[in-house]
């Protein structure tokens, strides 16, 4: 295993999730945090045992970082926050609404939210969790409406992982959330966040001109 922090996401995916892969998540914090890293792969199509070994569910993404290995993207995040007090202050009270927010984003809100989506795309006419997303929206919203970042006063990780849940089209779309919106597009304006995206895109897209060179 090297000791180089390495991220793993698939070495190819269609167009769709593109820019939403969640090894994003892994790149941007540590962009953010000035990290050194690099990109390793496992297959999209034929995942095998290494891989299973590795993530569980066949999934991405993964890290390894000198002796530590381990996934799920929160999992990770939190490895890195640990190493960067640009992704979460050190003092008692900032590190603890650090974690109750970087919690929301995942349990409150990525867990109405992932469910409604697959319910919307798979064309469902009644989606019967619109009304908790909306509710967890409206409730996020009015958060927003008052402050500009989610805990001590700047940004931290818990904006980072928010805004990646948030940011997906359908959810974007869904109601009028004003400070909502504005607070996405803040924090997806950040260049750590660009790098990182333009960053997943272009590995998909080498990946598009190797297999159309292989045949
Ligand atoms: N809870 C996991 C979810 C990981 C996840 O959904 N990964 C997607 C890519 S963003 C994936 O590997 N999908 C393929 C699959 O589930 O088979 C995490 O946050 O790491």
């Known amino acids: 295993?090297?000791?180089?922090?390495?991220?793993?996401?698939y070495d190819w995916v269609p167009e769709g999730p593109r820019g939403f892969v969640r090894d994003v998540r892994l790149r941007w914090a540590a962009e953010e945090a000035g990290l050194v890293y690099e990109v390793r792969t496992v297959p999209f199509e034929h995942r095998d045992a290494?891989?299973?070994?590795?993530?569980?569910?066949?999934?991405?993404p993964f890290l390894t970082d000198g002796k530590v290995s381990m996934f799920e993207s929160g999992?990770?995040?939190m490895h890195l926050a640990r190493q960067s007090?640009?992704?979460?202050p050190r003092d008692a009270v900032g590190e603890a609404e650090t974690l109750q927010?970087?919690?929301?984003?995942?349990?409150s809100i990525e867990m109405v939210s992932v469910p409604w989506w697959f319910l919307e795309i798979s064309g469902e006419e009644d989606n019967g969790l619109t009304g908790w997303l909306d509710s967890r929206l409206a409730h996020l919203e009015a958060v927003l409406a008052e402050q500009e970042w989610l805990a001590a006063d700047r940004f931290t990780v818990a904006d980072l992982i928010m805004a990646d849940v948030l940011r997906v089209s359908r959810?974007?779309?869904?109601?009028?959330h004003p400070?909502?919106?504005?607070?996405?597009?803040?924090?997806?304006a950040r260049p750590a966040f660009l790098k990182a995206r333009a960053d997943q895109i272009a590995h998909f897209q080498r990946a598009d001109a190797d297999r159309a060179r292989a045949g």
Not at 171 to 176: F, I, L, N, S, T
């Open 50 to 60: 290494s891989h299973f070994d590795r993530q569980p569910f066949g999934q991405v």
């Open 171 to 176: 959810v974007r779309a869904h109601g009028k």
């Open 179 to 188: 400070a909502t919106q504005a607070y996405i597009e803040r924090i997806t």
């Open 75 to 77: 999992a990770c995040l």
């Open 101 to 107: 927010w970087f919690f929301a984003a995942l349990n």
């Open 85 to 88: 007090d640009v992704l979460m």
């Open 1 to 9: 295993m090297s000791g180089m922090l390495t991220i793993y996401t």
